[in-house]
């Protein structure tokens, strides 16, 4: 059975930084793509950033040279590092292994 679970999230003001968790149980994480998600209320989730198992990553426009993702595969976890955040980052932040996904963690940005 897989298993996502993400922490990290909580209350930040503008400018500041925090960063997510994915830890996942069972023995498929270093073999698969991974990917962070958002919804904000009254939106469509959407994709953040993903990383390939050999490590290439892309990212969503608006979050560009401010998100950071990495995994570690000896721990199956995998990371958002946000810094520079805005108050439109405010979201549930998902993690997404192929059609496996975590419960989500709430990131608030106050401005």
């Known amino acids: 059975q897989v298993q996502l679970v993400e922490s990290g999230g909580g209350l930040v003001q503008a400018g500041g930084s925090l960063r997510l968790s994915c830890v996942v149980s069972?023995?498929?994480?270093?073999?698969?793509?991974m990917g962070w998600y958002r919804q904000a209320p009254g939106k469509q989730r959407e994709l953040v950033a993903t990383?390939?198992?050999?490590?290439?990553?892309t990212y969503l426009d608006s979050v560009k040279g401010r998100f950071a993702i990495s995994r570690d595969n000896a721990k199956n976890t995998m990371y958002l590092q946000m810094n520079s955040l805005k108050p439109e980052d405010t979201a549930v932040y998902y993690c997404?292994?192929?059609?496996?996904w975590g419960q989500g963690t709430q990131v608030t940005v106050s401005s």
């Open positions: 069972g023995s498929i994480f270093r073999i698969f793509d």
């Open positions: 990383i390939t198992s050999g490590g290439s990553t």
């Open positions: 997404r292994l192929v059609t496996y």
